[in-house]
């Protein structure tokens, strides 16, 4: 019997399990941490290497560990790294002193023994503990459950795009879906007006690549995406103290920056537009055919053609993992709001022993539940509470 089972081994779980472990509130031998990939943050290193993010968005003190200056003075004992691997007044982290960092905290906590390969398929309360059974048939029995999993398998397809896929399914693909990976095309249309899109323009234009970036609304210059005020008591205290989850989940849209970049990732992609490599045209598209083996993207205002789309659209909004979540909210009568996502305690509690981060959280975290200071704020939450 395990004290802990942690289900998703992103950010969110990583974090968590760090935490219960460097507070001492699980021995590694009695925790698990079960999720489809080989290893922790397998998933989020592929994701920010597809668009080759040099520097986080966050700023150096939004980590894994517990202690706050814990980055900075990891980057200040490395040989390998320097002061150039903080960026800007917010000293954003170089993605490759953040990664290492990462790699240090899961060696430290030795979280590699705690790893269970596999995809949960199904949760289930089992007297005073869970039973949680992969698609594997392996089976893992704890007192605790961490509901870690987020939205990262869930792009965002618009419906022009699903169509366009039906007819050729290698003609369009999104960025962050595991299964798509960019050909050689010479003539790439990113659809997107985010970080990722401005990302992913960047790095193929400086390969040379022909690329044409669509955006259906202007470029939103902001430095985070959403208000730093969300990270303190002030904003976080209103935000619990509204019993409406309803107005929390308003509050939540409201706040967050969708489909924003900070200034100097818009500056580099213009300077690629001045290189002749990158076109940007404010649009949204309609509709998309193919001829003559090329495809034709037809717009509010106008035509477009190409070889290959690469979608930067996001993710859906909706609830993560409710195939499996499901059964589990109507068999254990689990609270959740009109948007379908959980109601829970101070704790995170949703049911005795079952607790939520990340994107789960976010009607008690509140708008930066799905970042990396909001999963620091959910560990400290779940483990000051035991």
Request: aromatic share 8%.
């Amino acid at each position: 019997m395990l004290d802990w089972i942690v289900i998703g081994g992103g950010i969110q779980g990583t974090t968590t399990a760090h935490f219960l472990v460097r507070m001492r509130k699980v021995p590694i031998e009695k925790l698990a941490i079960v999720d489809p990939h080989e290893a922790p943050l397998e998933n989020w290193h592929s994701c920010t290497e597809k668009i080759d993010m040099p520097f986080l968005r966050s700023p150096s003190v939004h980590h894994l560990d517990v202690e706050p200056f814990s980055l900075q003075k990891f980057v200040s004992k490395n040989r390998s790294l320097t002061k150039q691997d903080f960026y800007g007044r917010y000293k954003r982290p170089s993605l490759y002193a953040f990664s290492e960092h990462c790699g240090h905290l899961i060696r430290d906590s030795n979280l590699l023994q705690a790893w269970h390969k596999g995809r949960v398929v199904s949760l289930s309360r089992k007297k005073k503990h869970w039973m949680v059974i992969t698609e594997e048939g392996k089976k893992l029995e704890g007192l605790n459950v961490v509901l870690a999993i987020g939205v990262s398998e869930q792009t965002y397809w618009p419906e022009w795009a699903k169509l366009l896929k039906n007819k050729d399914a290698q003609s369009v693909g999104h960025i962050f879906d595991s299964s798509f990976s960019l050909n050689k095309s010479q003539e790439i249309t990113i659809i997107g007006g985010g970080i990722s899109a401005a990302h992913l323009a960047i790095k193929l234009s400086k390969q040379g690549r022909s690329v044409h970036l669509i955006t259906r609304h202007p470029f939103r210059i902001v430095d985070f995406d959403s208000d730093p005020a969300w990270l303190g008591p002030k904003n976080q205290l209103m935000f619990r103290e509204e019993a409406s989850y309803q107005k929390r989940r308003a509050f939540i849209t409201d706040a967050r920056h969708r489909g924003s970049m900070p200034r100097d990732i818009y500056i580099k992609l213009i300077e690629q537009t001045r290189k002749n490599n990158l076109t940007i045209s404010k649009d949204e598209i309609q509709e998309a055919n193919i001829k003559d083996k090329k495809i034709i993207l037809y717009g509010k205002t106008a035509q477009y053609e190409t070889e290959t789309i690469v979608l930067a659209t996001g993710f859906s909004s909706s609830l993560p993992g409710k195939e499996w979540l499901t059964p589990l909210i109507n068999k254990e009568n689990l609270q959740c709001s009109d948007c379908g996502y959980p109601i829970v305690s101070s704790s995170l509690q949703w049911s005795n022993n079952l607790y939520v981060v990340g994107a789960l959280a976010e009607l008690e975290i509140g708008p930066i539940s799905r970042n990396i200071s909001g999963a620091r704020q959910a560990a400290e939450q779940i483990v000051k509470s035991l």
